[in-house]
């Protein structure tokens, strides 16, 4: 089997590496997933290069933390699952082209989904589902700002808000995602050029200012929604994009009680409910069914060129998310 590793943190395209090791056997409650799709997502790369800020990670390590994967082989302790079942494993370590995991790490994909639609299905959408609901209450009619809006994230976001009856202004960097954006249901976009004063733009296209900022840019860029939000509104940052940490006035904290949060889905999966879990996924299914998830894909590699790949992923200007195919025949 083929495993991506890196050694030590650094540029991901100079760092990680692809080794060979021998199959692996499943253990009784084990099963063997042969993965036919793996995502790159921003978290990943920066893991690589050192820079996530989450729990540091002992290495060497393999990243990633979606797939779509065949069982093809199953432990004796195994009821939930048969050999030819499609999945969609759960937790980490992903980019490899099998994967051993427990039984309960490897839900069962929907039936009939497209697997490349499939494995993107839970992280972001979840993240942008959750960000409209658990962090301040929305009603009817409320606008919702947001930045790197292009992202898989931000255009889950979109797509939720229009469906949930609130409206966005939505920040990019490009003009020639604007169309794509408002097909999507975007109210307002503002191509961030670096010229326009952003605090203003976003006040002038929001018909009431709004509650909500979803953040995943920091640096200035958190300040600028921290500018433009209703007093007693508040910012959850999900993303560093930009490499620096959120800079907001003093001024629009003290004086505009503007709080800024974070927001992290592994952290949601930590703390909730089987049954929060079981409406996040049930809600995601129907979605994925509805072709509301429906995803852009800006190019595929094979596992074995892990190196373009990531080099793809992080350059800017893409349409659409980078996938890893795992081997068509195991
Ligand atoms: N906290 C959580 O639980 C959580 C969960 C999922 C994702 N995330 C975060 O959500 C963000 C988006 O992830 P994704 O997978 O949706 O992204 P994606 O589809 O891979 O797209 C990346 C986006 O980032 C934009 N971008 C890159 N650098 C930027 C910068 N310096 N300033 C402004 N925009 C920039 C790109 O714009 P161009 O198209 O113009 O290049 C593109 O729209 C990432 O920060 C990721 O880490 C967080």
Known sequence: MKRAIFREHGDPAQVIEIIEEPDPQPGPKEVRVRNKVMTINPADLLSI?????AEPIDLPATPGVGAYGIVDAVGTSVTRLAVGEAVLPVGGRFWADTVILHERMAPKAPKGVDPEQAALMRANPGTAYLMLTDIVALSHGDWVVQNASNSNVGRMVIRFAREMGLHTVNIVRRADVVDAL??????????????????????????SAP?????????????????????????????????????????????????????????WYRTATPDKMRDLHGFLERKLSEGVLQTD?????????IKDAVAHAGRGGRNGKILLTGDENA
């Open 211 to 267: 509650k909500l900022a979803l953040d995943a840019v920091g640096g200035a860029a958190t300040g600028a929604l921290g500018a433009a939000l209703a007093d007693g509104g508040t910012i959850a940052t999900y993303g560093l994009l930009s490499g620096e940490g959120p800079q907001l006035d003093a001024r629009d904290v003290v004086f505009r009680d503007i709080t800024l949060r974070g927001f992290w889905l592994f952290h």
């Open 49 to 53: 290069e050192g820079k996530y800020g």
């Open 182 to 207: 408002k097909a999507d249901g975007a109210d307002v976009v503002l191509v961030d050029d670096g010229q326009v004063d952003l605090g203003q733009a976003i006040r002038e296209g929001a018909a």
């Open 297 to 305: 894909v800006d190019a595929r590699y094979p596992l074995a060129r």
